[in-house]
């Protein structure tokens, strides 16, 4: 069993930053693919970012690209998503999830991981 914990939410205001953080427990985080979804108020879950288990692929949805890069630390089982150029229209509860098996999938969808954190809120607005 994994357990992830998300933190760094919060209220920014548009045009700034955040980096929001996921601290894995177990030692095979290092063999898990990564991502990111979030839950804006009053619309559905939705992707928005995945990283390989090696780091080394990643991919993020339309409405982020460019301002958002995902990132891992494998060494402290953690996995990170640097938020730039916020808009209002990214407020939501942010939630990471975990995959277990490395069989090629999109790592876009919600049903291919299999654990998932508590979310953090984050707010943008002035």
């Known amino acids: 069993q994994v357990q992830l914990v998300e933190s760094g939410g919060g209220l920014v205001q548009p045009g700034g930053s955040l980096r929001v953080s996921c601290a894995a427990s177990?030692?095979?985080?290092?063999?898990?693919?990564m991502g990111w979804f979030r839950h804006p108020p009053g619309k559905e879950r939705e992707f928005v970012a995945t990283i390989s288990w090696s780091g080394g692929s990643t991919y993020y949805a339309d409405s982020v690209k460019g301002r958002f890069t995902i990132s891992r630390d494998n060494a402290k089982n953690t996995v990170y998503l640097q938020m730039n150029s916020l808009k209002p229209e990214d407020t939501a509860v942010y939630y990471c999830a975990a995959r277990r098996s490395r069989t090629v999938v999109s790592g876009t969808l919600s049903r291919e991981y299999d654990y998932w954190g508590q979310g953090t809120q984050v707010t943008v607005s002035s």
């Open positions: 177990g030692r095979t985080f290092s063999s898990y693919r």
